[in-house]
Protein backbone atom coordinates (compact mmCIF):
# COMPACT_ATOMS: atom_id res chain seq x y z
CA UNK A 1 0.00 0.00 0.00
CA UNK A 2 0.83 3.71 -0.35
CA UNK A 3 2.08 3.80 -3.41
CA UNK A 4 3.13 7.60 -5.21
CA UNK A 5 3.85 7.14 -8.89
CA UNK A 6 4.95 10.07 -10.76
CA UNK A 7 5.54 10.92 -14.51
CA UNK A 8 7.09 11.08 -16.25
CA UNK A 9 10.39 9.45 -14.84
CA UNK A 10 12.72 11.84 -16.88
CA UNK A 11 12.26 14.61 -19.50
CA UNK A 12 14.82 16.37 -21.36
CA UNK A 13 13.24 19.69 -23.23
CA UNK A 14 14.59 22.68 -24.99
CA UNK A 15 14.83 26.10 -23.06
CA UNK A 16 11.53 28.02 -23.31
CA UNK A 17 9.68 25.02 -23.30
CA UNK A 18 6.79 23.86 -20.14
CA UNK A 19 7.24 20.63 -18.73
CA UNK A 20 4.45 19.03 -16.47
CA UNK A 21 5.15 16.39 -14.24
CA UNK A 22 2.37 14.30 -12.54
CA UNK A 23 2.30 12.86 -9.19
CA UNK A 24 -0.39 10.18 -8.50
CA UNK A 25 -1.23 8.70 -4.84
CA UNK A 26 -2.40 4.68 -6.32
CA UNK A 27 -3.97 3.30 -3.22
CA UNK A 28 -5.04 6.06 -1.06
CA UNK A 29 -6.35 9.79 -1.29
CA UNK A 30 -4.41 12.47 -0.22
CA UNK A 31 -5.43 15.81 0.35
CA UNK A 32 -2.25 17.34 0.50
CA UNK A 33 0.60 16.96 -1.48
CA UNK A 34 4.35 18.28 -1.55
CA UNK A 35 6.77 19.07 -4.32
CA UNK A 36 10.49 18.88 -3.40
CA UNK A 37 13.28 20.14 -5.76
CA UNK A 38 16.49 18.20 -5.39
CA UNK A 39 20.47 19.08 -6.03
CA UNK A 40 22.68 16.28 -6.92
CA UNK A 41 24.41 15.06 -3.35
CA UNK A 42 21.99 17.52 -1.34
CA UNK A 43 18.74 17.50 0.69
CA UNK A 44 15.13 17.72 -0.86
CA UNK A 45 13.85 21.59 -0.74
CA UNK A 46 10.73 21.93 -0.34
CA UNK A 47 9.07 23.81 -3.01
CA UNK A 48 5.13 23.91 -2.43
CA UNK A 49 2.25 22.16 -0.43
CA UNK A 50 -0.16 21.54 -2.55
CA UNK A 51 -3.93 21.29 -1.23
CA UNK A 52 -6.63 19.44 -3.25
CA UNK A 53 -9.10 22.20 -4.69
CA UNK A 54 -7.04 25.41 -3.26
CA UNK A 55 -4.36 26.96 -4.19
CA UNK A 56 -0.98 25.89 -3.70
CA UNK A 57 1.29 27.03 -0.71
CA UNK A 58 4.71 28.05 -1.90
CA UNK A 59 8.17 28.40 -0.02
CA UNK A 60 10.01 31.37 0.59
CA UNK A 61 12.22 32.00 -2.93
CA UNK A 62 9.80 29.61 -5.33
CA UNK A 63 8.50 31.71 -8.04
CA UNK A 64 4.65 30.75 -8.31
CA UNK A 65 4.57 31.81 -11.53
CA UNK A 66 7.35 29.35 -12.73
CA UNK A 67 6.48 26.71 -11.11
CA UNK A 68 2.32 25.60 -11.85
CA UNK A 69 0.96 23.36 -9.24
CA UNK A 70 -2.71 21.90 -9.17
CA UNK A 71 -4.70 19.88 -7.25
CA UNK A 72 -7.44 18.73 -9.18
CA UNK A 73 -8.12 15.31 -7.50
CA UNK A 74 -7.33 13.09 -4.16
CA UNK A 75 -5.04 11.16 -5.74
CA UNK A 76 -3.74 13.64 -8.61
CA UNK A 77 -1.20 17.03 -8.15
CA UNK A 78 1.09 18.50 -11.39
CA UNK A 79 3.67 20.58 -11.56
CA UNK A 80 3.94 23.06 -14.29
CA UNK A 81 7.62 23.99 -14.99
CA UNK A 82 7.29 27.12 -17.48
CA UNK A 83 9.51 28.73 -19.91
CA UNK A 84 12.09 26.26 -18.52
CA UNK A 85 16.16 27.15 -18.59
CA UNK A 86 19.15 24.92 -17.76
CA UNK A 87 18.71 26.20 -14.37
CA UNK A 88 15.82 24.65 -13.70
CA UNK A 89 17.73 20.72 -14.03
CA UNK A 90 16.99 19.03 -11.36
CA UNK A 91 15.12 16.05 -9.65
CA UNK A 92 11.85 16.38 -8.51
CA UNK A 93 10.20 14.88 -6.17
CA UNK A 94 6.30 14.44 -4.68
CA UNK A 95 5.32 13.25 -1.66
CA UNK A 96 1.39 12.77 -0.18
CA UNK A 97 -0.31 12.48 3.10
CA UNK A 98 -2.78 10.43 3.21
CA UNK A 99 -5.69 11.99 4.80
CA UNK A 100 -6.21 9.24 7.13
CA UNK A 101 -3.43 10.09 9.41
CA UNK A 102 -1.39 13.49 10.25
CA UNK A 103 2.31 12.69 9.86
CA UNK A 104 3.28 10.09 7.30
CA UNK A 105 4.59 10.93 3.58
CA UNK A 106 4.97 8.46 0.97
CA UNK A 107 7.27 9.63 -2.10
CA UNK A 108 7.24 9.11 -5.78
CA UNK A 109 10.34 7.65 -7.36
CA UNK A 110 10.67 11.45 -8.73
CA UNK A 111 11.30 12.93 -12.50
CA UNK A 112 14.76 13.55 -13.61
CA UNK A 113 14.63 17.28 -15.79
CA UNK A 114 17.41 18.20 -18.11
CA UNK A 115 16.76 21.40 -19.84
CA UNK A 116 18.85 21.45 -22.96
CA UNK B 1 12.46 26.43 14.02
CA UNK B 2 12.68 23.23 12.99
CA UNK B 3 16.35 21.53 12.26
CA UNK B 4 18.11 18.29 11.32
CA UNK B 5 21.88 17.46 12.09
CA UNK B 6 23.22 14.44 10.28
CA UNK B 7 26.79 13.20 10.17
CA UNK B 8 28.56 13.95 7.25
CA UNK B 9 29.22 10.98 5.37
CA UNK B 10 30.04 8.85 3.08
CA UNK B 11 30.11 6.36 5.21
CA UNK B 12 31.83 3.19 3.59
CA UNK B 13 31.83 -0.28 5.51
CA UNK B 14 32.42 -3.94 4.51
CA UNK B 15 29.22 -5.97 4.73
CA UNK B 16 27.91 -7.27 8.00
CA UNK B 17 29.72 -4.36 9.80
CA UNK B 18 27.44 -2.63 12.33
CA UNK B 19 25.99 0.38 11.51
CA UNK B 20 25.70 3.63 13.29
CA UNK B 21 24.41 7.23 11.14
CA UNK B 22 23.83 9.92 13.92
CA UNK B 23 21.01 12.18 14.11
CA UNK B 24 19.90 15.12 16.09
CA UNK B 25 17.08 17.98 16.30
CA UNK B 26 16.19 20.84 17.86
CA UNK B 27 11.73 21.22 17.26
CA UNK B 28 9.36 23.14 19.04
CA UNK B 29 6.63 21.21 20.42
CA UNK B 30 6.60 17.19 20.14
CA UNK B 31 8.31 16.20 16.84
CA UNK B 32 7.73 12.72 15.25
CA UNK B 33 10.89 11.27 13.57
CA UNK B 34 11.63 9.42 10.33
CA UNK B 35 14.35 7.65 8.65
CA UNK B 36 14.12 7.24 4.77
CA UNK B 37 16.31 5.46 2.51
CA UNK B 38 17.07 6.98 -1.08
CA UNK B 39 18.62 4.33 -3.66
CA UNK B 40 20.11 5.68 -6.43
CA UNK B 41 18.07 7.35 -9.35
CA UNK B 42 14.91 6.52 -7.10
CA UNK B 43 12.71 8.72 -4.72
CA UNK B 44 12.98 8.57 -1.05
CA UNK B 45 11.26 5.37 0.65
CA UNK B 46 10.16 5.61 4.40
CA UNK B 47 12.10 3.29 6.21
CA UNK B 48 11.11 3.54 9.89
CA UNK B 49 9.44 6.26 12.33
CA UNK B 50 8.39 6.84 15.81
CA UNK B 51 5.99 9.13 16.86
CA UNK B 52 6.90 9.84 20.60
CA UNK B 53 9.59 9.67 23.03
CA UNK B 54 11.25 5.94 23.92
CA UNK B 55 9.51 4.51 20.36
CA UNK B 56 11.69 2.19 18.86
CA UNK B 57 10.74 2.38 15.27
CA UNK B 58 12.06 -0.62 13.16
CA UNK B 59 11.83 -2.24 9.47
CA UNK B 60 14.33 -4.28 7.20
CA UNK B 61 16.94 -4.77 10.69
CA UNK B 62 17.25 -1.08 10.79
CA UNK B 63 16.30 0.72 13.85
CA UNK B 64 16.03 3.80 15.47
CA UNK B 65 15.38 4.64 19.15
CA UNK B 66 13.36 8.16 19.86
CA UNK B 67 15.26 9.48 22.90
CA UNK B 68 13.54 12.91 23.95
CA UNK B 69 16.38 13.51 26.78
CA UNK B 70 19.48 13.90 23.98
CA UNK B 71 17.15 14.68 21.04
CA UNK B 72 18.56 12.18 19.23
CA UNK B 73 17.22 9.41 17.21
CA UNK B 74 20.24 7.12 15.72
CA UNK B 75 19.52 4.69 12.61
CA UNK B 76 21.48 1.20 13.60
CA UNK B 77 21.73 -1.88 12.03
CA UNK B 78 23.59 -4.77 13.06
CA UNK B 79 24.78 -6.13 9.96
CA UNK B 80 24.89 -4.46 6.77
CA UNK B 81 24.80 -5.55 3.51
CA UNK B 82 25.93 -4.33 -0.15
CA UNK B 83 22.20 -3.76 -0.90
CA UNK B 84 22.12 -1.17 2.20
CA UNK B 85 24.12 1.05 0.00
CA UNK B 86 21.51 3.98 -0.32
CA UNK B 87 21.32 7.60 1.12
CA UNK B 88 19.93 7.80 4.56
CA UNK B 89 17.76 11.12 5.59
CA UNK B 90 16.55 11.78 8.88
CA UNK B 91 13.53 13.85 9.23
CA UNK B 92 11.11 14.80 11.49
CA UNK B 93 7.61 16.80 11.45
CA UNK B 94 5.46 19.34 14.11
CA UNK B 95 2.65 19.96 14.58
CA UNK B 96 -0.26 19.98 11.42
CA UNK B 97 1.03 21.50 8.69
CA UNK B 98 2.87 18.03 7.82
CA UNK B 99 6.16 20.09 6.17
CA UNK B 100 9.09 17.79 6.79
CA UNK B 101 12.14 18.82 7.80
CA UNK B 102 15.68 16.77 6.41
CA UNK B 103 18.51 16.72 7.46
CA UNK B 104 21.40 16.59 4.52
CA UNK B 105 21.58 13.24 3.99
CA UNK B 106 24.17 10.41 4.71
CA UNK B 107 25.72 8.03 2.05
CA UNK B 108 26.21 4.61 2.61
CA UNK B 109 28.53 2.55 0.70
CA UNK B 110 28.99 -1.13 1.73
CA UNK B 111 31.40 -2.95 0.13
CA UNK B 112 32.28 -6.74 0.01
Known amino acids: GAVVSQHPSWVICKSGTSVKIECRSLDFQATTMFWYRQFPKQSLMLMATSNEGSKATYEQGVEKDKFLINHASLTLSTLTVTSAHPEDSSFYIC????????????FGPGTRLTVL | GNSVTQMEGPVTLSEEAFLTINCTYT??????LFWYVQYPGEGLQLLLKATKADDKGSNKGFEATYRKETTSFHLEKGSVQVSDSAVYFCALITGTASKLTFGTGTRLQVTL
Open chain 2, 27 to 32: ATGYPS
Open chain 1, 95 to 106: SARDQGTTDTQY
